[in-house]
């Protein structure tokens, strides 16, 4: 296996021609990565069948929502996309933070289709995935894999979700409603951080040669997909917010690292407009900040590694951030008791209040971590933090009633709101936030050695290419390939509109 070269040319002609038939038959036209960076480019025949299609269906069409500039309110594209420009009153920071809201995204309600699709379309259109053998699996903690069913199903191959036994109740719900078959969902111990038994468990289906490993901390397509969709969509949020203050800056992008794919628009961020770039980790499992370890409840991230694709020596800061935070504040976000003192006592708008639930745990935790940032680098009125929101509260119901029944077991009220945002927001220094430098960026990636040589077989050579930034910057070659491709695919499936 290469880890390195990213394939840009047919590698097995009758796998390609038999995905070229099935997508015929299943009526599938696939959208370029130009065309998901700017969904403006979407012939107007497909946008307008779009407009008449529930954006949570299984249909081909909604592969034409796997972007950014979606609102689940309003058919039709939005301008730019949904975001959320939170107030001094509520961060305590004068920097701007401007939250890209994940929930916009199709089926899913999470960013995380998009990485599915960067993982499995440059495969399929290689001619290395055969719809009609091949069995996706999609290795993950939860939205991922839910992304990658969902994709799986659209396509109408066999799609395999493997995810920890303890992860939030409403990603099983999903993924039963998803699935084709029972056994597609594999349970795999523990919860949050035990991504070392999701590689087991992997390692042991890819015995199977009918099994595809789509492995999303290590396939390029991921880093890829967000460098040129999501760096973009979030170049779009900060322009946006700069029409009403011209001088305004991007400081910096903050984002929490699960497969660090997200990050990879960061690197967008960085070459185009100079912002830092800032890695946020559970303070319970400390992996970057100490080469530490350990459980917590922010779903989606921290797994007790390096990703291959993370770009660690392009990376500025580490923030860690507590679940105890972020599990209040889900609290205090989707509460009635909470959302009533973040109206009435501080004075916050209504509607923003309401949008908070926008904010998933990892979406909150990035809010923290740009909070801490904007402390430590003195940030003020004209600078800006862009993050996301990967997914939404939606997903964090179940969780919200764990904690509320064990921290609160005889209700939740307005005297614990005022404790929550006291101690969570009013409060938040400037801790547990790590400013690189070139020997703590090497720390980093050497940590990275364990797991990916030792563990998974990576030869030391292609492990080490990936320090030079040329590698990172020579990536990108492969997109304009691959959307050639997809156009050539598309071409010979006869088909020029979806469903
Ligand atoms: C809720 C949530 N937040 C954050 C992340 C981390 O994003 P990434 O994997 O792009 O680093 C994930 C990844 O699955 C997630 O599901």
Redesign the pocket.
């Known amino acids: 296996m290469n880890w390195t070269e990213l394939p840009t040319a047919i590698v097995d002609r009758r796998v390609y021609d038999r995905a070229v038939a099935h997508m015929k038959a299943a009526r599938v036209v696939l959208p370029t990565f130009a065309e998901l960076a700017d969904p403006s480019a979407i012939p107007a025949s497909i946008g307008a069948e779009l407009d008449r299609l529930d954006p949570d269906a299984p249909h081909p069409g909604n592969l034409f929502r796997v972007h950014w500039y979606n609102d689940r309110g309003t058919p039709g594209r939005t301008a730019t996309p949904r975001y959320l420009d939170l107030p001094p009153a509520l961060t305590g920071v004068e920097a701007r933070i401007l939250v890209a809201l994940g929930r916009h995204f199709p089926m899913i309600g999470?960013h995380?289709v998009l990485?599915a699709y960067g993982c499995l379309v440059p495969r399929i259109v290689t001619g290395q995935f055969d719809p009609e053998r091949h069995k996706a699996v999609w290795p993950?903690?939860?939205?991922?894999c839910r992304g990658g069913v969902a994709i799986s199903r659209i396509l109408g191959c066999r799609g395999v979700a493997v995810l920890p036994e303890g992860m939030s109740r409403e990603r099983f719900d999903w993924l039963r409603g998803w699935v084709a078959h029972g056994e597609d969902i594999v349970r795999t111990p523990g919860t949050e951080s035990n991504v070392k038994e999701i590689y087991d468990k992997c390692a042991e289906l890819a015995r199977d040669p009918a099994n595809v490993i789509l492995n999303?901390f290590s396939e390029f397509g991921n880093y890829l997909a967000?460098y040129v969709v999501t760096g973009p969509a979030l170049r779009a949020v900060f322009d946006d917010a700069r029409k009403q203050s011209r001088s305004l800056h991007l400081a910096a992008f903050v984002?929490?690292?699960?497969?660090?794919?997200?990050?990879g628009a960061g690197d967008y961020l960085k070459a185009e407009l100079g912002a830092r770039i800032v890695a946020v980790e559970a303070l319970e499992c400390p992996t970057m900040l100490s080469n530490g370890y350990g459980e917590h409840n922010i779903?989606?991230?921290g797994d007790k590694h390096i990703p291959f694709i993370h770009n660690v020596l392009n990376t500025d800061l580490v923030v860690g951030v507590s679940d105890r935070a972020s599990d209040a504040l889900n609290l205090l976000f989707n509460s009635e008791v909470g959302r009533g003192y973040l109206a009435q006592r501080r004075r916050l708008d209504p509607a923003l209040v309401a949008a908070l639930d926008g904010l998933?745990?990892?979406g909150i935790a990035n809010v923290l971590a740009a909070i801490k940032t904007a402390r430590r680098l003195g940030l003020g009125a004209e600078d800006a933090i862009v993050t996301v929101g990967?997914?939404s509260a939606a997903m964090y119901g179940s969780e919200r009633e764990k904690f509320a029944a064990s921290r609160y077991p005889g209700g939740f009220d307005q005297v614990n709101a005022g404790e929550v945002f006291g101690e969570h927001l009013a409060g938040i220094a400037d801790d547990h936030a790590v400013e690189l430098d070139t020997q703590g960026r090497q720390r980093i990636f050497n940590l990275g050695y364990y797991t990916w040589v030792e563990q998974q077989g990576v030869p030391l050579a292609e492990f080490d290419r990936r320090r030079d930034p040329r590698f990172w910057r020579k990536l990108q070659d492969a997109v304009p390939v691959w959307d050639r491709m997809i156009e050539e695919f598309n071409a010979r499936t006869g088909l020029n509109r979806p469903g």
């Open positions: 999470a995380k990485a993950s903690t939860g939205n991922y999303q967000h984002a929490a690292s699960g497969s660090a794919g997200t990050l779903q989606g991230i998933g745990l990892s990967t997914d």
